[in-house]
């Protein structure tokens, strides 16, 4: 049986094109463990999708070997680092002889922000192998996907499940949780971003011993309990918190403002704080009311189902 959520039919539109819609994700929960030999940090996690995402169209390009990277937003790397080029080199590299033509144009509508812990550059790199996949006919499935996500960084397998879940290992231990249904969020972007290994260093220098993680099975049953009892925002939690708003303290200064008005947490490494709302209106009118504290954006967004990355033509 395939585990692809996506169909194992080539879906090119006029001219070979694939276009794919690549979800931002929030952690509505996020514990952090110690340094492991690798490098990495084990954590336990609850992930969620959400409306807010970054449009990816893929065109075939005859005669031009490489990926041709045009996008909207200036901040976004366009050389060997940007994810999606990591996401075509990769796939390239693994299933080169089955791709008579490796030449493509990608064009991004870049909306999610940049270094806000929000999930963007790993989304558009889940987004790539997915539209590539189809695109070069690789049928791929959602297993192999997942492995293959995993080589280009720990939060990447996320948006290939999306909705709600959680997260184990370094992140890619996935486990859907059911469905949250519509929530309605404000998400304030401070001026300045969070590179996800400074926020990992801080979080090492302030916790040289960190308590252990709940395993994944006693997470999965506190959610599920708090969830019956129509309790889950009292889950809301960002060990990445403390250490952030002492380290950016505009990130602080925002933080506070939100949360004199909404239940508000920082999602991921930040710089993003995620405000739930009892309701769209409310979101919207936050947003339209919001008197900036430190020169952060509004942004009105909803939780959504999975999966985190959409085809269509
Ligand atoms: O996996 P990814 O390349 O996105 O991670 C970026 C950096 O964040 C890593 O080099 C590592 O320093 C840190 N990280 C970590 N533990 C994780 C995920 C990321 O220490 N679970």
New binding site residues.
Partial sequence: MSLLPYPAMTLLGAGGRVTVRAHAKLNLYLRLGA?RED???D?STVFQTIALHDTLEFTPEQGRPGLQLRTTHPDVPDGADNLIQRAWRLLFDRFGERIPQPGIACRVDKQIPLMAGLGGGSADAAGALVALNQCWDLELDRQTLSTLALEL???VPFPLLGGTALGGG??EVLTPLPDLGEHHLLLLIPPVGVS??AA?AWWDEAHPAPEPLPTLAELERLWAQAIRQGEWPTFLHNDFEAVVCHHVPVIRQVRDALRARVPAWLTGSGSALVGLCPDAATALQLAERWQPVAGERCLVTRTVTGPGIVLST
Avoid: V
């Fill in positions: 340094r490098g990495y940090h954590l960084g720990s939060d370094r992140g996800t290994k990992f």
